[in-house]
């Protein structure tokens, strides 16, 4: 990774992921990687020991922890039950770590998401997520949703979406807003019905975001509030 580093590149991703004070992603380091260049350092160490993927997740340098991630998700996919569990519970007794939204979006839906499809009884978990102060938990509750939407279950991330409604961050209003634009696709009635009974008091990010794939007309209609 320090031979592919790109300071000039590394230059726009500081301002790119807000790291200034104050801002999200505050302190942040990067050297300047692309994702193609990263999935394909993951690849090659997929079958990296997990103790060595927990010293790149506690790396200062936001590449290295996206590449442990990575490593996580090749390694959920191939893993037999007993790891996939494993792995799963290393993802959150580390989610201090996964402290960018790239970070949370390229991982949860594959670990967290992942598990709980074949384990429903364990879901219970994405509501404490939710309700966590903590701004990177409460997006991976409701990204890891997103593989239950591939498995036509959107019960989950409606109740998600229904806790986060009013959250004050943009980054959630987006993320919220982009699951149920996912839900669209697949359940267009169930998007409708939860945005028919919230769209006048979402955010509006929240609500571009979610209907951002509405026939123009109807979109035009939910942001003048006449649906």
């Not at 692309?34 to 103790?51: H, M």
């Not at 007993?82 to 792995?87: E, F, G, R, W, Y």
Request: hydrophobic share 40%; proline share 3%; glycine share 6%.
């Amino acid at each position: 990774m320090q031979k592919l580093a790109n300071p000039k590149k590394a230059q726009g991703l500081v301002r790119f992921f807000k790291t200034g004070k104050g801002e999200y992603g505050e302190g942040d380091v990067f050297i300047g990687l692309t994702v193609p260049q990263i999935r394909a350092i993951a690849k090659k160490y997929r079958d990296l020991p997990l103790k060595d993927v927990e010293e790149l997740l506690h790396n200062r340098i936001h590449e290295y922890r996206l590449t442990a991630l990575l490593i996580l998700t090749y390694q959920f996919i191939k893993a037999e039950e007993t790891k996939k569990k494993l792995i799963y519970d290393f993802y959150l007794s580390h989610t201090k770590y996964i402290n960018n939204w790239d970070l949370v979006d390229l991982s949860s839906h594959e670990i967290i998401g992942g598990w709980l499809v074949t384990h429903p009884g364990n879901r219970t978990i994405l509501v404490k997520l939710a309700k966590s102060k903590n701004l990177w938990e409460k997006r991976i509750a409701m990204i890891s949703t997103f593989e239950f939407l591939r498995n036509n279950e959107w019960k989950d991330t409606l109740a998600i979406a229904e806790i986060l409604l009013h959250d004050s961050h943009d980054l959630i209003h987006k993320a919220v807003g982009w699951g149920l634009r996912e839900l669209g696709k697949r359940n267009p009635a169930a998007e409708e019905t939860f945005l028919k009974q919230y769209y006048k008091t979402m955010p509006r990010t929240m609500l571009r975001y979610a209907i951002e794939k509405f026939p123009k007309n109807k979109y035009e209609q939910y942001l003048a509030g006449i649906i």
